[in-house]
């Protein structure tokens, strides 16, 4: 197929959602320039040409999602996620202790983050043909199978970031297709569990707490009185799981509660974090600081936290106009899902929102010590190829839902 036909539309171009197509590139573009700004002159450089290439590439990828009916992904969603399956082994056998990449020649990608694409696409068809079955203890097992299964893979490699994303959109798509509120309370029970698990006093309360909803509520004592053992185990086995930990585990965990706990180890880039962000002020220190330590100041400052080195440089009302451009990006894409009507679509469409307004809210919450430092990008600023690409394969799938609303 030449490059014509790829990009040759079966829609008019003036039917194309323009807001979320021009907030997608305008996020594309403003970590191009950052990266560019904080990596020039020093190693890290490489990271600014590898982004504008994967850049180019995703935007190229992006027009050719356009033209893929959603009854072709429909058609191939179960594909797509045995396809990931096969690819998230791929990884796990491979040698090294970090298993995240499959390398072919000067080529890597990563497949976690196409796997939560494939996600989405599977759990989208599967639990829209069981709309009216959704609150069912089968439709819930099997989901909650097949989540597991990808986030044991994914957190082997180790990814603890990308992992929670598969159970985080499974909630999300639950919540789209109709799933009760207790039963989506019974999905996250088990991580109320081992919060409150720190303190038995803390786990008593809320264990007898649980037990007192489950009486109240339970509609399936199968699926309920199961989640009930399923959180007695959670509570009583944290304790032990904790202290057998190794030390620079449960250093993580203290510092995000308190980062002065390792101020010169597992917080430092936390408290440098706060530090980078507060430095900016109103209007920030510029794209061109001339201070020779300026990378010494936040050691990753071109990873999962550029979102700090973006306040470093354009002060709090750089920050309000990105946060601003993030809100104005999933608000369109509820006006999407709002008109979506097919049940597949308004799903899939719904499962995309979940990831990234997950991703930005974790993201940003983890930079300012709101949430623990799990390795989530913020998307489109954070450099990365394999997560852009799937970002704007995303992005068209959303566009391709509001072209086939507009048609019907």
Known sequence: MKLKEILKFDVPLTKLDNILLGLTLFLGLVSVALLFFITNGTPYFILFRKQVIFLLVSIF?????????????YSLSYIYLAISFILLVLVLVQGGEVKRWIRLGFFQF????FAKIAWIFALGRFLGGRINEINRLKVIVVSILFAFLLFAFVVAEPDLGTALMFPIILL???????ASYFNIFLLLSPVLSLITAFHWIAWAIYFLLFIF???KNSKTPL???SFGVLNFLV???????????YDYQRARILTFVNPAYDPFGAGYQLIQSKIAIGSGGLYGKGLSIKNPYELEFLPARYTDFIFSSFCERFGFIGVVILIAVFFLFLYRMGEIIGMTRHN???LVGFGVFTLFFSQIFINIAMTVGLAPITGLPLPFITPGGSALISYMIAVGVLIRIDLENAQK
């Not at 990563?110 to 983050?113: A, I, K």
């Not at 999300?172 to 109709?178: F, N, V």
């Open 223 to 225: 699926l309920s009185w």
């Open 172 to 178: 999300g798509m639950l919540y789209a297709g109709g």
């Open 213 to 215: 909803i489950l009486y």
């Open 344 to 346: 597949f679509s308004r």
């Open 61 to 73: 990828l992006l027009l050719v999602i356009l033209r893929i009916p959603l009854r072709i992904h």
């Open 110 to 113: 990563q497949p976690s983050e």
């Open 235 to 245: 509570g009583t086995i944290t304790p032990f799981t904790w202290r057998r930990l």
